[in-house]
């Protein structure tokens, strides 16, 4: 079975940019959640869809944060205009009908640095 | 948004002794407590996990021990191995998965 695949596997960027983070989930999955880890952190929810539909999206900043799961499948996260602080891993995990059992699967996740 | 606080932050241990991580939780709607493993430049991956209505949960070296009246719950890695060497995040799960800080766990050779 693949894994949740992210792309790409690190950027830099200058505050004020824009930035997309891309995940294919394991296939089937319906849920799809996209996690920030700052470094010596534990993962923050920011956005979990349930196929295509935003299921909890509370702690996502949306004044620079925004975040789009097309036909149910692939998930974007955007980021514009990048802060310092949002400097961090994000990292996407799918689960799939009985996560109870088998957990959320993350994939490796995109190092973002804004300098 | 943390509301599973974890600890120690970190723990070095020789290898052939015993890990061990505890966390606490406040939210009693949690009705799913896993732990994870991670790897430097990898994600977290799912080790052990237990639901409330049991006291513990044995696979391999790795124990969850569950205190439901205390809302505290802990890993154990028995025999630890230098290879355990990775930062361990204990979990729990309502709506959704809540991390605690992670804890980063060396074992020496």
């Known amino acids: 079975e693949a894994g949740v695949a992210q792309s790409p596997r690190y950027k830099i960027i200058e505050k004020r940019q824009s930035v997309a983070f891309w995940c294919n989930p394991i296939?089937?999955?319906?849920?799809l959640y996209w996690y920030q880890q700052i470094l010596g952190q534990g993962p923050k929810l920011l956005i979990q869809?349930?196929?295509?539909?935003?299921?909890?999206d509370s702690q996502l900043p949306k004044d620079r944060f925004s975040a789009e799961r097309l036909k149910g499948v692939d998930s974007t996260l955007k980021i514009q205009p990048a802060k310092l602080e949002d400097s961090a891993v994000y990292l996407c995990?799918?689960?799939?009908?009985?996560?109870?059992?088998?957990?959320?699967?993350f994939g490796s996740g995109t190092r973002l640095t804004v300098v | 948004q943390q509301q599973v606080k974890q600890s120690p932050q970190s723990l070095i241990v020789q290898k052939g002794g015993i890990s061990i991580i505890n966390c606490a939780y406040e939210?009693?709607?949690?009705?799913?407590f896993p732990w994870y493993q991670q790897f430097p430049g990898k994600g977290p991956a799912l080790l052990i996990a237990?639901?409330?209505?049991?006291s513990e949960k044995k696979e391999g070296r790795f124990t969850i021990s569950f205190n439901k009246s205390a809302k505290q719950f802990s890993l154990h890695i028995m025999d630890s191995q230098p290879g355990d060497s990775a930062t361990y995040f204990c979990a729990a799960n309502y709506d959704d998965m809540r991390f605690g800080a992670g804890t980063r766990l060396t074992v020496k050779p």
């Open positions: 939210n009693t709607a949690f009705d799913y």
């Open positions: 869809f349930q196929n295509n539909g935003v299921v909890d």
């Open positions: 237990i639901r409330p209505d049991v």
């Open positions: 995990a799918s689960s799939g009908t009985n996560p109870y059992l088998y957990g959320y699967t």
């Open positions: 296939s089937g999955h319906a849920t």
